[in-house]
């Protein structure tokens, strides 16, 4: 358990006590009875009845410790679900999804009962035409089609948490999929939070299995049949020395361009998105320690 959740687990039991002990005294059996005569005392002496626009002391301490509450049950909620992990991105996605949902209801419905305790009819309010003509005039069309794209996205699993993708030509790993936006990291660690209804072009890299291709330069002057066997003994011991980067070896192609200065020859590999960088360097390496071995100039520059 982290430090920082542990301070939120502490500070919400000990507002929820503060307030039940200042409002409602009579909650607290554990209270002596001097502390609650004290207390009734100061609120009948400096908060009469009725002295705020109609609204009694211990309406509004019910509102305020309603609050309260909703605010520790909200935190301890989200770290409940946020202690899960799975292994799996589509359940990663569902917890991630699930967290963020119970977080907004408890909020949603502590506001609710706070309003409730100071005499507001609440289900006044949301029938209310004109209410909801001022929620669409501040911008809930956009949001409503946010929500709306991300439950199609959810749903149907299009994406996942860890899920390599591109969005609109920016490639990064999914951190989050919400129902409002969308995190992604790339490897610079830069991230970019989109709006659902924003996505034009969305492709899942992660789906289908990647070729990472490197073109090896190779001097005239060197022997290509000998420059060839060092490339094969490279990729050879790949998946041996690399098992959770290669399953399987990589592939000599043979010679892909005859240059004016040197020979290319190309290398593939199927690997998953999320390694095909670091399996074109890993490649790379290998196949330049062969080709020292082997006492040849290649890779050569260009």
Do not use: W
């Not at 039991?13 to 001097?34: D, H, T, Y």
């Not at 305790?117 to 003509?133: E, R």
């Not at 990064?172 to 924003?198: M, P």
Request: hydrophobic share 50%; net charge negative; aromatic share 6%.
């Amino acid at each position: 358990m982290e430090k920082k959740n542990i301070g939120k687990i502490i500070i919400s039991i000990l507002l929820i006590a503060v307030a039940v002990a200042v409002f409602i005294p009579s909650l607290q059996g554990f209270l002596p009875e001097n502390i609650k005569t004290g207390i009734n005392a100061f609120i009948d002496e400096h908060f009469a009845e009725n002295a705020l626009a109609g609204i009694t002391f211990e309406e509004i301490g019910a509102a305020i410790l309603s609050l309260v509450i909703t605010f520790a049950v909200a935190n301890l909620v989200k770290f409940a679900i946020g202690s899960l992990k799975f292994k799996k991105h589509r359940s990663e996605t569902l917890r991630q999804l699930l967290e963020k949902l119970l977080y907004y209801i408890v909020y949603i419905g502590g506001a609710i009962v706070a309003l409730s305790c100071l005499g507001v009819d609440t289900t006044a309010i949301f029938v209310s035409a004109g209410v909801l003509a001022i929620i669409v005039g501040f911008g809930a069309q956009s949001l409503i089609e946010d929500v709306i794209t991300g439950l199609f996205i959810i749903l149907e699993g299009e994406i996942a948490v860890g899920d390599i993708i591109t969005i609109d030509g920016f490639r990064g790993e999914v951190k989050s999929v919400g129902l409002r936006t969308i995190s992604i990291i790339d490897l610079g660690g830069n991230i970019r939070i989109i709006n659902n209804s924003e996505i034009s072009t969305l492709v899942n890299l992660s789906d289908v299995t990647s070729v990472a291709v490197v073109n090896v330069p190779v001097s005239y002057e060197d022997s290509l049949v000998e420059a060839e066997n060092a490339v094969k003994e490279a990729l050879s011991e790949l998946p041996s020395e690399y098992p959770e980067i290669f399953k399987e070896a990589p592939v000599y192609k043979g010679v892909d361009k005859l240059l004016e200065t040197h020979i290319e020859l190309m290398v593939v590999a199927n690997v998953s998105e999320e390694n095909i960088y670091n399996a074109r360097r890993i490649m790379q390496r290998e196949i330049r320690i062969s080709c020292e071995k082997a006492k040849l100039s290649a890779p050569c520059e260009g």
